[in-house]
């Protein structure tokens, strides 16, 4: 399924819980992993002290040498490192592309150069460009194994959920993963004031019910039985609290998506979700 899994290194510890997650699955599943590790190039900075880009380099390498020896000694793996000059996001990317790999894992926050933090950046530009699925980590799992048993798929019925519950299947059939699709009613009455009457919210509820059917006719069309899950409220704030309930360790969310009317969720719901969620998060594209 994910064969080739390169991860985004910076030394941080989100970054380093992204390399023991990758680590994991390629023990249990097989592939290779590659890190990669970006300096940026700052030419104001590097122009006053030009010695530092030297210096960047160098402790870049040691970091990736002393990580490949980690995987190899710890998971009985082999892992390639690359050092690359350049933004993150876009070294990340060019990389993902170059060695046609299947999977991007990175964490939560991160570093760049060697102090400033850039959580929003690197991971949401990835998320937003990248042409392969994005695992974001945001700490070390030490019971983590490389399965997922309990898989939470938010489904609004848009393409992009259909490939989430899909991704959720294929994992299913990997690990025997128990799967939730989960549909999150909006607060109509927040958005647009109106008052709601015991009708609309029948109403509303039959309609969450139909969408997430779908859900569930297109797991079975894969041989996949799924629970679900309705609830109403806020999509993120939902979201984390029935990953909680649930006990799940892995949350598979499209890339973008619509929640009630017209809202996007790449900037809202999903970043909401991965900011804030305490297990790994998927990022179908």
Same mark, same amino acid.
């Given at each position: 399924m994910y064969d080739t899994i390169l991860v985004g290194f910076d030394e941080s510890l989100s970054s380093r819980a992204a390399v023991i997650e990758a680590s994991n699955w390629t023990k249990k599943h097989g592939g290779k992993v590659i890190l990669?590790?970006? $300096?940026? #190039? !700052?030419?104001?900075?590097?122009?006053?002290?030009?010695?530092?880009?030297?210096?960047r380099f160098k402790i870049g390498e040691k970091a990736c040498i002393q990580t490949k020896e980690m995987i190899t000694s710890e998971f009985g793996i082999d892992a390639q490192y690359l050092l690359c000059e350049g933004e993150p996001p876009e070294v990340i990317i060019d990389i993902a592309n170059g060695k046609k790999a299947d999977l991007i894992v990175l964490g939560t926050y991160g570093r760049k150069g060697l102090n400033r933090l850039l959580m929003g950046s690197v991971t949401s530009n990835v998320i937003g460009k990248s042409l392969i699925d994005v695992l974001v980590v945001k700490k070390q799992c030490d019971?983590?194994?490389?399965?997922?048993?309990?898989?939470? $798929?938010? #489904? !609004?019925g848009s393409e992009f959920s259909k490939k989430a519950i899909d991704r959720a299947c294929q994992l299913s059939k990997l690990d025997g993963s128990s799967i939730t699709a989960l549909y999150v009613i909006p607060r109509y009455e927040e958005m647009l004031g109106f008052f709601k009457t015991d009708s609309i919210k029948k109403s509303l509820y039959?309609?969450?019910?139909?969408?997430?059917?779908?859900?569930?006719?297109?797991?079975?069309?894969?041989?996949?039985?799924?629970?679900?899950?309705?609830?109403?409220?806020h999509s993120a704030d939902k979201i984390i609290e029935t990953t909680i309930k649930l006990h799940n360790d892995l949350i598979i969310i499209g890339s973008h998506g619509y929640t009630g009317i017209d809202r996007a969720l790449i900037g809202s719901t999903t970043e909401r979700v991965i900011i804030n969620a305490t297990c790994p998060i998927l990022v179908v594209r």
């Open positions: 990669v590790h970006a $300096v940026f #190039f !700052d030419t104001e900075e590097f122009g006053i002290a030009p010695e530092q880009q030297e210096k019971k983590c194994t490389g399965e997922y048993k309990s898989i939470l $798929v938010p #489904f !609004d039959q309609e969450a019910d139909k969408i997430i059917n779908g859900a569930i006719s297109l797991a079975s069309s894969q041989g996949i039985t799924i629970q679900k899950e309705i609830i109403e409220g």
